[in-house]
């Protein structure tokens, strides 16, 4: 338990008053990381994902098994062809797993109503979102990276114009 301190003793630290997440129900947010990448652009006409720019970020573990909720959004654009995937990678301990996303499948494709679809020129964002339970300890450091594909012909750009929507990651660690 935290500690009173008289302020005009002079500095404190944030620590002195934190609760050890061990004391936390569990559905208790952990922590928040944020990172958004409206700079980079990604083009792909590739039914297999490719890595987006500057899309990945990592969050070391505060809990013990911990879940992990994770949201990916993407400003996109099509040229033409037909649908935009959109897929999430984690690597944890050197070991890469695709979480969502199923490359040329259509159970991945975005433009069903939340993105460009069937219809070419067309801007819109995409959002997908991620429970992860990767059985991890203390201090684990993991990484989520979003993926893009197209589930036709086509070119997806992903930043491409000055749409107004942004592109991000948010990772949640929620106590277990």
């Not at 129900?25 to 990448?37: I, K, M, R, S």
């Not at 979003?146 to 114009?161: E, I, R, V």
Request: proline share 2%; aromatic share 8%; charged share 15%.
């Amino acid at each position: 338990m935290g500690r009173s301190r008289d302020l005009s003793e002079g500095s404190y630290v944030a620590t002195d008053f934190a609760l050890a997440s061990s004391n936390l129900p569990a559905g208790t947010v952990l922590q928040t990381v944020y990172h958004e990448f409206e700079d980079a652009t990604t083009t792909t006409t590739s039914q297999s994902y490719v890595d987006v720019t500057n899309g990945s970020s990592s969050i070391t573990s505060i809990g013990t098994n911990s879940k992990f909720l994770v949201t990916v959004s993407a400003s996109v654009y099509q040229a033409s062809g037909n649908g935009i995937n959109l897929g999430i990678n984690r690597t944890l301990g050197g070991t890469t797993t695709r979480l969502l996303g199923v490359e040329g499948n259509k159970d991945a494709w975005l433009g069903h109503g939340n993105g460009p679809g069937a219809t070419t020129n067309q801007s819109g964002s995409i959002t997908r979102f991620c429970l992860d339970e990767p059985s991890q300890s203390s201090g684990t450091t993991i990484t989520y990276k979003m993926l893009l594909g197209k589930w036709t012909s086509g070119t997806a750009y992903l930043n491409y114009t000055n749409y107004e929507c942004k592109s991000f990651i948010i990772i949640q660690e929620i106590a277990a």
